[in-house]
């Protein structure tokens, strides 16, 4: 028997650093000299849970400042394919950026000095974590409990988790491996979602189909 | 008791209130105290009117208090609030002697207040000297900026920095307002009130009778912008926009809908220009709304076929968050909040010229099917980023990260 899965949710609030660059070289400087993780933490996953409009190409920052200030599309295409959950710390995250920045620099040295339509603003985010007390025990509860769930909570299991937890994945598919191999195909589905092109409340609808059409198969086989 | 919340909750769905209660909690008997310059016009007074009731209901003892002055008071602030938007105009020292004096009567008159509020909201430069008079303070102090400060005039953010910084944070609308500062720069956008008179469901009788009131055609189109009069929100440039547009055909009405605020000295002098600017074209409606205009304001938007805001300078433009609720795509000026919320053939477009909008005038007029694809887009944008209820949550947030004082992980 599984423990509960106990839904936690979080609210997020951007700060300025202060900080700003104009051009890649600008970019890279700062990059360089940027050792508070919260900064790479908003600006891959924070920034989701502030308002903004869903790139419809572009979901990191720093690839959506290439394409649409510095108008570098080659830039924008290396920095956009960058998955950050693929990384075991945020440093190795930051050194990935800076990295794809100075191939930028080195392909062509006059693209690092365009100016940038407007600058690239470096922000930090403080987020607030609390337990909501609700518990469900069971997958099937899950499934009805997601489509009303914060968008809070929504970002805290689905994409704060990536950063929060050894495996770089979910909550929800963490818990539902405790149940031996009986979920593994809803598990495998809820990994085809990518969670970078959605808003959160498309993700949450998108979340909440698959665990409903994955249930009612598992229902039938019962 | 939770009444006013409640109504939210069809709108943005009830786990969102639900989080506002939990967030709220370990604010609970917390003296939450907001201090402006008016308690009408203009938006600030809006979502104060709106976000004080909010958050007394979720337990905070939340207060609101003006503080007030005579026309040379105003005369000054109005000097900062162009020389934080970028206007090189220097302030005599006579008026920033008479504002501090200003400032120095009113906080005799709320000392008690201020000096027992756990935390101050302080909203604007009007009331910014606020603090330095309370030396016995108890709470935090937020100075909250709802200009475009991206480039102020030097020696007027010079003299007021020196009372800024003394705060223990502040807030501007986007990362491009705000100041290096020795504290904490929140970035808070504004939000609008689905359930104000300015924002609320209107029936179709309600908005034919502002039609037929103001002598406008349904049949034609109808460019309007809604805002107070004021250079800065280039209304003569709208004006020619409309010419340009119209000489390529569309038979179009404009109207240029505002007032003017309590605290803002110019309105009147704008006014006059814009009327000369009409011409005494019968398509031009030029109409002066009193302050209390909401239900008139939200037919003229919900009349409108596009809404513009061609803002030279924005702090935020709540205007034209309140045409993309109502399903309008917006022409605005590419200045300061305005680019957070008119993304290029998504909910508007930006633009730099008034050549540039009647350009986008006709391109809208032209494909009826995109203009009404982009606004089902820009009302769902509004609805997941700029209701009052979003607002609410970030200001709770900020309260607990400034109560806490602590790093960027908070466990509550």
Redesign the interface.
């Known amino acids: 028997m599984c423990d509960p899965f106990g839904v936690t949710?979080c609210?997020?609030?951007?700060?300025?650093?202060?900080e700003?660059a104009q051009n890649i070289r600008e970019m890279h400087n700062r990059l360089m000299r940027t050792y508070d993780?919260?900064v790479i933490?908003y600006h891959f996953w924070g920034g989701m849970l502030r308002?903004?409009?869903v790139d419809p190409e572009y979901q990191n920052h720093f690839a959506g400042w290439a394409y649409h200030d510095l108008h570098d599309r080659r830039l924008a295409e290396k920095l956009s394919i960058i998955n950050p959950a693929n990384y075991i710390s945020i440093e190795d995250l930051r050194q990935q950026v800076i990295e794809v920045f100075e191939q930028r620099m080195d392909e062509d040295d006059a693209a690092s000095r365009v100016e940038a339509e407007?600058?690239f603003?470096f922000?930090?985010?403080?987020?607030?974590?609390?337990?909501?007390r609700m518990r469900v025990d069971t997958p099937e509860a899950l499934t009805e409990l997601i489509p009303?769930?914060?968008?809070?909570?929504l970002f805290y299991h689905f994409i704060d988790s990536r950063r929060r937890t050894p495996s770089g994945g979910d909550d929800f598919s963490q818990w539902l491996k405790c149940w031996g191999g009986r979920y593994q195909e809803l598990i495998e589905e809820i990994h085809t979602i990518d969670p970078y092109f959605n808003?959160?409340?498309e993700l949450r609808e998108d979340l909440a189909a698959v665990f409903t059409s994955h249930l009612t198969t598992e229902d039938k086989h019962d | 008791m939770t009444e006013i919340l409640n109504q939210y909750a069809p709108i943005v769905?009830?786990?969102?209130i639900?989080?506002l209660r939990?967030?709220a909690?370990p604010l609970k008997g917390m003296k939450v105290m907001h201090v402006n310059s008016t308690r009408e016009g203009g938006g600030v007074a809006e979502i104060l009117h709106r976000l004080i009731p909010l958050k007394q209901e979720l337990g905070l003892d939340a207060s609101w208090e003006i503080v007030a002055g005579d026309s040379q008071f105003y005369q000054c602030t109005k000097k900062m609030h162009n020389a934080l938007q970028g206007d090189r105009d220097g302030i005599s020292s006579e008026l920033l002697q008479h504002y501090e004096a200003v400032n120095g009567d009113n906080f005799e008159r709320l000392k008690e207040l201020l000096q027992q509020a756990d935390i101050v909201f302080i909203h604007d430069p009007q009331p910014a000297p606020l603090l330095k008079y309370c030396r016995a303070r108890k709470g935090k102090w937020i100075w909250r900026c709802h200009i475009d400060a991206s480039r102020p005039f030097r020696p007027v953010w010079k003299y007021l920095q020196n009372y800024i910084r003394d705060y223990d944070a502040s807030i501007?609308s986007l990362?491009?307002f705000?100041q290096?500062?020795p504290h904490?720069?929140?970035?808070?956008?504004p939000s609008i009130d689905p359930l104000s008179d300015k924002n609320v469901a209107l029936d179709a009788a309600e908005i034919q009778g502002v039609c037929n009131g103001y002598g406008l055609d349904p049949e034609r189109p109808i460019i309007s912008q809604i805002s107070r009069f004021d250079r800065f929100k280039d209304p003569v440039g709208v004006i020619r926009a409309y010419r340009m547009a119209k000489a390529f055909g569309p038979p179009l009405q404009l109207v240029l809908a505002g007032g003017t605020a309590s605290d803002d000295p110019e309105g009147e002098e704008v006014l006059a220009e814009v009327t000369a600017a009409a011409q005494d074209d019968p398509d031009v409606h030029v109409l002066m709304l009193p302050p209390d205009a909401h239900r008139t304001i939200n037919a003229i938007q919900r009349l409108s076929t596009i809404v513009m805001q061609k803002s030279l300078k924005e702090g935020f433009g709540l205007t034209v968050t309140e045409a993309l609720w109502k399903g309008k795509p917006v022409i605005g000026g590419d200045a300061g909040g305005i680019?957070?919320q008119v993304?290029n053939h998504?909910?508007g477009f930006l633009v730099n010229t008034a050549e540039g909008a009647a350009l986008r005038i006709r391109y809208l007029l032209k494909h009826r099917d995109r203009l009404q694809e982009m606004g089902e887009t820009a009302r769902s944008?509004v609805l997941?980023?700029?209701l009052l209820t979003?607002h609410l949550?970030?200001y709770?947030?900020?309260m607990?990260?400034v109560i806490r004082n602590?790093?960027?992980?908070?466990?509550?």
């Open positions: 949710d609210a997020l609030i951007a700060i300025a650093t202060g700003k993780e919260g933490y308002p903004h409009f407007h600058p603003f922000m930090r985010s403080q987020i607030v974590v609390f337990d909501t009303d769930l914060s968008l809070g909570s808003s959160l409340i | 769905g009830a786990n969102v639900d989080q939990q967030l909690e501007y990362p491009a705000a290096p500062m904490p720069l929140y970035i808070i956008p680019r957070l993304v998504h909910t944008f997941e980023n700029y979003r949550r970030e709770l947030t900020l607990v990260a602590s790093s960027d992980r908070i466990e509550l």
